[in-house]
């Protein structure tokens, strides 16, 4: 059974900066495209950012370019999404998500979804 496990979530100042992780089970991730997306209260779910299955091509949604990094762990069965300079409108549940192949920006479109992780930017 696959499985996808957002962590790392949590409070904290704007300004400040935290470090999200998807980890895989039931499949290898090194052969999938992975994906993050967010929503926030009250707003439709969207694109954060995306990664090839070879970590080479990415791509970040223009509200976090320069500040969110997308990259793949050593350990292979995990994604990381590194966010730095957080602010209040970066606050939302991140999803991670995956599929063997580039399925564009709508999250219901990848075959395997994680169930979040909240983020939470405030003074």
């Known amino acids: 059974q696959v499985q996808l496990v957002e962590s790392g979530g949590g409070s904290v100042q704007p300004g400040g900066s935290l470090r999200l992780s998807c980890a895989a089970s039931?499949?290898?991730?090194?052969?999938?495209?992975m994906a993050w997306f967010r929503q926030a209260p009250g707003k439709e779910r969207e694109f954060v950012a995306v990664i090839g299955s070879r970590g080479i091509a990415r791509e970040v949604a223009d509200s976090v370019k320069g500040r969110f990094t997308i990259s793949r762990g050593a350990a292979k069965n995990t994604v990381y999404l590194q966010m730095n300079s957080l602010k209040p409108e970066d606050t939302a549940v991140y999803y991670c998500a995956s599929d063997r192949h580039y399925t564009g920006t709508n999250f219901e479109d990848y075959t395997y979804r994680g169930q979040g992780t909240q983020v939470t930017v405030s003074s």
């Open positions: 039931g499949l290898t991730l090194t052969n999938y495209i």
